[in-house]
């Protein structure tokens, strides 16, 4: 019930839908089957902003916020590599975070109302 202290102290963890295990492993193996993961930009200046969507590859914008979103895991290499490609258009954002899904964003996957866990997701975890 509390994801937060299983995600800190518990070695293992199923996640429950209906009654039966909809996904069972370690923390992190549960967040690895959970797509959501990204990296936001954060831009003060606009010029920057759209020479940045630009640059970097299957990006969210968010105009108003001069804001982008790319779809990552959250590694190192990825990083690297977003960063190398603002660093080489000369471009620098002012604030830039790194989303991983935790253990809520993997419950409410597994548990939704049109949640189906396929064979694949069920090997991915073993």
């Known amino acids: 019930q509390y994801l937060e202290e299983a995600d800190q102290l518990a070695d293992r963890i199923a996640v429950l839908n209906d009654g039966?295990?909809?996904?069972?492993?370690?923390?992190?193996?549960?967040?690895?089957?959970?797509p959501g993961g990204h990296v936001r930009l954060r831009f003060t200046d606009p010029a920057a902003y759209r020479s940045?969507?630009?640059?970097?590859?299957?990006?969210?914008?968010?105009?108003?916020?001069?804001?982008?979103?790319?779809?990552?895991?959250?590694?190192?290499r990825e990083?690297?590599?977003?960063?190398?490609?603002?660093?080489?258009?000369?471009?620098?954002?002012?604030?830039?975070?790194?989303?991983?899904?935790?253990?809520?964003?993997?419950?409410f996957a597994l548990t939704g109302p049109s949640t189906t866990v396929t064979d694949q997701t069920e090997e991915n975890v073993r």
């Open 20 to 34: 039966r295990i909809a996904a069972e492993g370690t923390a992190e193996e549960l967040k690895r089957l959970i």
């Open 79 to 107: 990083l690297r590599t977003v960063l190398d490609r603002l660093e080489a258009a000369g471009i620098e954002a002012d604030e830039l975070t790194v989303h991983t899904p935790d253990l809520d964003d993997v419950f």
């Open 52 to 76: 940045a969507a630009l640059a970097l590859h299957e990006v969210t914008r968010d105009d108003e916020a001069l804001a982008l979103q790319i779809p990552s895991d959250g590694s190192q």
